[in-house]
């Protein structure tokens, strides 16, 4: 287990990415009237979520200072879904190329985003791929980046390794390599991988994918068409970072896989790797403020005993409870915690997720008085599409009632204490499930007890 200040950095790390995730979309809907075409959108990504680009420019501009005349790749870079949040926070010194094979996405990024900002390019490369440029002359596993040595500060890779096969994964992590400088260079690219526990749960059905095909040491989704989704196994992957010369690695599971997540934003498996001394970005008065609120919500949570990993499904189920509780209220049915004092009752803090219109959340055909689980894209949709949109300071204010709430949620159900009043002023326990993982932090609890007792 980490050290608590560990487990902490990582969970106020995790929240500032949730926050971003939940404020994302103002430059793209507001400020910015570049919007892709929906079928080109969802051709590429799959959906419209313009909050999924803001999130991995933060990743891209996070933890490390971005020199002041940076030099950004963005290999398969599609329509620009990343380039168009960061467009909005290069500067004109900063200057990014995003490469695809995807012919009709790179006239529409150079049209509405190259076009109006000269520090951003966008160009075709003719790399062979099955479902975007099946005609492509260029295989992937020998495809030299166009860029000289060490000239680079930041290669990211979106949703490109999920889609390559291994000999590919290893090229272009060593092309990576290559160009990235020694001392400023960092790589981020998202991926599928493979291990024993990652394998456990696709045999249960808890992973999004069966993988069922084998390709030489990968799997694949669909063996007509392997491309769509390939998984690659996590010690291989590591090999090939380590025979690239990447000094630091590191890997941030996503919930692909059924597996916790940190951020309920990372869907799939996300590599960061760097050359050089890693010097923090520098944060403003209103960063700073932000970071030390979530530093005291991890601490919170922390003591809670909750492990980062962990962080993403409990939020989502303390938001699914919020959700719930409001749906609840409409209906004149209360939620009430006992408290310690015979008695007493207290209820959950419910002012801020009040002011969000959380209904598209649960089908109307819902029991009234049941507990209905929500998952994470409703509730992401309906925090951003606030009206009016909250603003960073409302969010984490609505994060710090999500996690007390959570917090008292969790030890009130645990402990009985969780109860239900119906309209009526009949009152029975709550019909609310302990979060994700909460049984085995009870057992950890337990054991510690009873080893500090001496039986076992």
């Not at 926050?19 to 929906?38: H, I, R």
């Not at 009632?401 to 002023?425: F, H, K, P, W, Y």
Request: include cysteine.
């Amino acid at each position: 287990m980490p050290a608590p200040d560990v487990a902490a950095t990582a969970i106020a790390s995790a929240l500032f990415d949730l926050t971003s995730g939940l404020a994302a979309g103002t430059s793209q809907t507001e400020a910015d009237d570049a919007v892709a075409p929906e079928s080109l959108q969802r051709r590429l990504n799959g959906g419209t979520e313009a909050h999924i680009g803001a999130h991995y420019a933060d990743v891209v501009m996070k933890d490390r200072a971005l020199p002041a005349d940076a030099r950004i790749l963005d290999l398969g870079c599609g329509y620009g879904r990343v380039a168009l949040d960061l467009a909005e926070r290069l500067s004109d010194d900063q200057r990014y190329v995003g490469l695809d094979p995807h012919a009709e996405a790179i006239e529409w990024a150079q049209e509405n985003i190259g076009r109006e900002r000269p520090n951003f390019r966008f160009e075709l490369i003719d790399v062979v791929s099955k479902p975007y440029n099946p005609d492509g002359e260029l295989d992937g596993a020998r495809f030299r980046f166009p860029f000289e040595d060490d000239s680079l500060d930041r290669v990211f890779m979106i949703s490109v390794l999920t889609h390559v096969d291994l000999a590919t994964v290893r090229n272009y992590l060593e092309e990576a390599a290559r160009v990235l400088k020694p001392d400023t260079g960092r790589l981020v690219a998202t991926i599928f991988l493979l291990d024993r526990e990652v394998d456990r749960l696709i045999a249960a059905g808890r992973s999004e994918y069966r993988l069922a095909w084998q390709i030489g040491e990968s799997r694949v989704e669909n063996r007509d068409n392997p491309e769509l989704v390939i998984a690659h196994p996590l010690d291989r992957v590591l090999d090939i970072l380590h025979d690239a010369g990447f000094p630091d690695f590191r890997v941030r599971q996503g919930h692909w896989s059924g597996r916790p997540a940190s951020n309920v934003v990372d869907f799939q498996d996300m590599l960061v790797a760097d050359f050089g001394t890693v010097t923090a970005a520098a944060l403003s008065a209103e960063e700073q403020a932000e970071a030390s609120e979530h530093a005291a919500l991890a601490a919170r949570l922390v003591e809670h005993g909750l492990p980062a990993e962990h962080l993403a499904p409990y939020l989502v189920w303390s938001f699914s409870a919020m959700i719930n509780l409001l749906r609840w209220e409409k209906q004149g049915i209360q939620l009430l915690l006992r408290g310690a004092e015979a008695g007493e009752r207290r209820p959950l803090v419910l002012a801020r997720a009040r002011d969000i219109d959380f209904s598209a959340c649960i089908p109307a055909t819902a029991p009234a008085d049941a507990f209905v689980p929500v998952d994470e894209a409703a509730i992401l949709a309906a925090v951003r599409e606030a009206d009016p949109r909250l603003a960073r300071p409302a969010l984490v204010a609505l994060l710090g009632d999500v996690v007390q709430n959570g917090i008292a949620l969790e030890t009130s159900v645990r402990e009985g204490r969780a109860i239900q009043r119906l309209a009526d002023g009949t009152e029975s326990p709550a019909p609310i499930p302990l979060p994700p993982a909460a049984e085995s932090r009870v057992r950890g609890w337990l054991a510690g007890i009873l080893a500090r007792f001496g039986r076992h």
